[in-house]
Every structure is written in structure tokens, then in C-alpha cells.
């Protein structure tokens, strides 16, 4: 019995709930952040830069928690790519998604990614779709689908670039996470997750340097205070949350708990950036969240 009571007390760890919280309004609030600092400084070079600067600091923690950042030499090209993928294509895609997207609308799209996971994972793990998971996938591209379509038909033209470049954000996590639970990365999380950060924002950075060519002086103290928040909030208490939610929490607890991100992410949107929050983001935002949570639990 004190077994059961001791795995029932961790099923449910208000400590894990506590990091869960502080990874989701983290991920969330970023997203109104992330469309201000647009205004001083392009996509490319402020989320490269903030993530190299994050896999550091991320890298230094690791090292003060003793764990190992050797990498094994034959795991270094599927590290790569899993990087390339995961973090790369995602603070790329969804940096660009911003220029084309209010920051409410860039959130409701990334729900999307437990959906592309879904049908990633049925040609590449042979993992198939049963009817109620088909189903709750179908709810959630309904959710998109009200999102992008209630628009006029020259504003969803002027959005097309927006909406494919998260898409293209969502899907390259997706397939990012099916290669790891396909070619298992076996390091400890924090250390992996410095890899994965360092790797994957590198290209992201030196592009943007090169392309972009931002200028420092054009930050001003909001912009710099934006870059701040990315670097230690987003890439590094995050992330340590995240993985200190996981070690105390049921994987599946954690993966429906983030589904407050987006829900954060709208909220704060219209909070910080007066963005409209009318039936038709409200209607999307909960059709969405409701076929990925039937995804999730079945």
C-alpha cells in the first residue's frame, strides 16, 4: 500500500505542477515578446544569438549539476540533425512566421506539432493511427482550419507566408522528435538539451548576421530587456523547469500541461500587444487545444 500511496504522491508532485507552470507561462509569454523585439531586431539574429548565449549558460548549469557533456562520437551526426530540426528549424521558422503573423495566431498554429508528431510517427515508427486518434487529429486541424479561414480572402493571402512557415516549424519538431524515439539520444537532459540549443541555433545566428546585418544600437532598453528574457527565461530556466517537471511528472501529465503555452501565449498577446481576441481566436484556440488533448490521451 505505501508503494501505491508513494507512486500516486509523485503522479501528482505539486513541485512538478510548480515547474510544469513556470516552463508553460515561460514558452507562453514569449511569443508577444518575441513579435516587440521584431519592431528593433530581425528573426535570425536575436533568437540565434539569444540561443547560443542560452546553450552556454544551459552548459555551465550542466557542468555544476556534474553531468557529462562528453558527446559519443557515433551519436554526433544524428545529434546534429535532431538539432537542425528541433531548434533550428523552430526559432528559424517561427522567427520569420512573425514578420507575416500576430503573435496570438503564430500560438494557436504551434499546437500543431502533437498532430504532425501523430502522423510522422505512423510511416517512420509504424506507430498507426487508431480511429479515436485519427479523429482527435481531424478536430485539431478543424481548429486551424477556423483560424486561418476566417480571415478575408486578401488578409489570408497576406498571412499565406506566416502560416507555412509555422507549419514548416511545427512539422520540422515533430520529425525532429520521431527521429530521437526512433535513434535515442542517450545523454543526460540538460546536457543534451545544451547541445541541441548550441547546434541547432549556431547556422540560425551566423545567417542572421550575415543576411541581416542587426545593428546593436537599434536595441533600446525594452528590446535589450526582450533579448534578456529569450537567452535566461526562455532558453534556460525553461528548459531546466521542463526537465525538472519530467523527472517528477508522467510524460503524458507534462505533454497535455503544456498545452497551456498557447493558451499563455494569446492571452499575453492581447495583454502586451492589444491584438484582437475576438470569436474567431477564441473558437480556434479551444477546438485546437480540445483534438490535441483527445490526441494526447488516447
Not at 520521431?178 to 547541445?195: D, E, G, I, R, Y
Not at 550575415?210 to 525594452?222: K, N
Request: proline share 6%.
Amino acid at each position: 500500500m505505501s508503494g501505491l500511496q508513494t507512486r500516486a504522491a509523485k503522479t501528482i508532485s505539486p513541485l512538478g505542477l510548480t515547474f510544469l507552470a513556470v516552463t508553460s507561462v515561460g514558452w507562453g509569454l514569449n511569443f508577444p515578446i518575441m513579435k516587440n523585439l521584431l519592431s528593433e531586431w530581425p528573426p535570425l539574429s536575436s533568437r540565434g544569438l539569444c540561443g547560443i548565449v542560452g546553450a552556454v549558460a544551459l552548459a555551465l548549469f550542466a557542468v555544476a549539476r556534474r553531468q557529462n557533456l562528453a558527446v559519443p562520437r557515433p551519436m554526433w551526426s544524428r545529434l546534429l540533425l535532431v538539432s537542425l530540426l528541433t531548434i533550428g528549424g523552430w526559432v528559424a521558422f517561427m522567427g520569420l512566421a512573425l514578420l507575416w503573423l500576430p503573435a496570438s495566431e503564430a500560438a494557436v498554429l504551434a499546437i500543431s506539432i502533437p498532430v504532425w508528431v501523430a502522423l510522422l510517427a505512423w510511416p517512420i515508427l509504424g506507430e498507426r493511427l487508431s480511429l479515436l486518434r485519427a479523429i482527435s487529429l481531424a478536430v485539431a486541424l478543424a481548429g486551424i482550419a477556423v483560424l486561418i479561414g476566417g480571415n478575408e480572402i486578401e488578409a489570408s493571402f497576406v498571412k499565406l507566408p506566416g502560416y507555412l512557415c509555422v507549419l514548416a516549424g511545427a512539422i520540422c519538431v515533430a520529425l525532429g522528435t520521431v527521429l530521437t524515439k526512433h535513434f535515442p539520444l542517450a545523454m543526460p537532459p540538460l546536457s543534451l538539451a545544451a547541445w541541441q540549443i548550441g547546434l541547432g541555433c549556431l547556422p540560425i545566428a551566423i545567417i542572421g548576421l550575415v543576411v541581416e546585418q542587426p545593428q546593436l544600437s537599434a536595441l533600446s532598453w525594452i528590446g535589450w530587456a526582450s533579448m534578456l528574457y529569450m537567452t535566461l527565461i526562455q532558453f534556460c530556466l525553461c528548459y531546466v523547469c521542463w526537465f525538472a517537471a519530467l523527472e517528477r511528472l508522467p510524460a503524458a501529465t507534462a505533454s497535455i500541461g503544456t498545452l497551456l503555452v498557447p493558451v499563455i501565449g494569446v492571452l499575453s498577446a492581447g495583454a502586451m500587444l492589444h491584438e484582437p481576441l475576438g470569436v474567431r481566436e477564441i473558437t480556434a484556440l479551444v477546438v485546437t487545444l480540445g483534438g490535441v488533448t483527445m490526441a494526447l490521451r488516447s
